[in-house]
């Protein structure tokens, strides 16, 4: 057994000193301080509410980035990250991130998105947010719908796709997956939207030009005050992301997204989430689908776009 499987087993308790930690087979110790140390700055940073039971998740994932930056225990690398460690807040955060994502993950979500991208056919423009695109699978889905409500050939949507990861932007960026992610994808879908690997990049396929046109990806932390987005969006995505965050923040974001969306802009939400107390600015039009209300929606329609 490699010793990072075993110390990821291992790593559900708190280990308090080197000692315990070598008696368990771990190559570091994470004291119950340490675990809330962790847990005081991601909030911080991300807003990412951890559980208590995340602590083998949060010693597997930070021992790398331990081991990367040659920190010899968890208190060094968060002194280090408390003060001025330069770029490790980004790799730190990263590391703490979950992007489970896939393409047209909660299907029912995107014909209820085709019709009303159809509804929106004679704007010159349609602007759609997805703002925890994660790894692309999310806002490739949506360019794929608004290709087809166009009916073939061009599309007026643009996606402006965000997340707080670097990591996963530079991979969605790449618009390249392995052959499994879209095996459970009609052949007719994969045919129109991908491309085939040969040689080299067989078992992989890449988001054809005309998708991958559609979507500009930018880092955004949701967290940040002042959001670098215009008004204007027909559409967003924010499914997945705010079930890691606290109830208060989730309905201030919530309310920051309606006086973004045109009037009869839709938010899409996670298979999980409600947001039923928003009722001053929102409306349920279908499961997890919200349309936003007449007097809270954006009162300049038709601005220019955001990407
Ligand atoms: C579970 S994935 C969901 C991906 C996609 N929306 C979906 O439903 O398939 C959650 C994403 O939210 C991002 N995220 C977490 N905290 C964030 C924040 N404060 N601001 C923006 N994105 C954040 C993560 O990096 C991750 O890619």
């Known amino acids: 057994m490699r010793k990072e499987q075993f ?29 809330d140390r962790v847990c005081r700055l991601i909030r911080s940073e991300a807003g990412i509410a951890l559980n ?25 690398y968060l002194d280090w990250l408390e003060g001025d460690s330069g770029a490790e807040k980004q790799d730190f955060v990263n590391a703490l991130t979950t992007n489970l994502t896939s393409f047209f993950r909660e ?12 509804s ?27 290709l087809k409500a ?36 009609g052949a007719e879908v994969v045919r129109r939207y991908f491309l085939r690997g ?39 995505f924010c499914r997945n992301v705010m079930i890691y965050f606290d109830r208060p923040t989730q309905l201030s974001l919530v309310a920051r997204f309606a006086p973004l969306l045109n009037p009869g802009g839709l938010l899409f939400v996670g298979h999980s989430e409600n947001y039923s107390e928003a009722r001053d600015s929102f409306r349920l039009l279908g499961k997890t689908v919200y349309q936003v209300a007449p007097a809270a929606a954006c009162k300049s329609a038709g601005r220019p776009g955001n990407s």
């Open 7 to 35: 110390s990821e087993r291992a790593a559900g308790r708190v280990v308090q000193n080197d000692a315990a930690a070598n008696e368990a087979g771990l190559e570091y110790a994470m004291s119950a301080d340490d675990f």
């Open 52 to 76: 208590p039971n995340k602590q083998t998740m949060v010693y597997s994932r930070l021992a790398r980035r331990l081991r990367a930056t040659g920190k010899r225990s968890f208190a060094d």
């Open 107 to 118: 299907a029912h979500h995107f014909p209820i998105l085709e019709k009303h991208l159809a």
């Open 120 to 146: 929106l056919r004679a704007k010159p423009r349609i602007n759609i947010w997805c703002c925890a695109a994660s790894t692309g699978e999310e806002p490739y889905s949506i360019a794929m719908t608004a």
């Open 150 to 185: 166009a009916g073939g050939g061009t599309s007026p949507a643009r996606i402006l796709a965000t997340d707080i990861d670097t990591t996963v932007l530079e991979t969605a960026a790449a618009g390249a997956y392995c052959d499994e992610a879209v095996a459970r994808l």
């Open 198 to 236: 040969s040689g080299a990049y067989a078992g992989r396929v890449r988001i054809r030009p005309e998708v991958a046109g559609l979507v500009t990806y930018r880092q955004l932390n949701l967290l940040t005050r002042k959001w670098p987005v215009r008004p204007g969006f027909d559409a967003i």
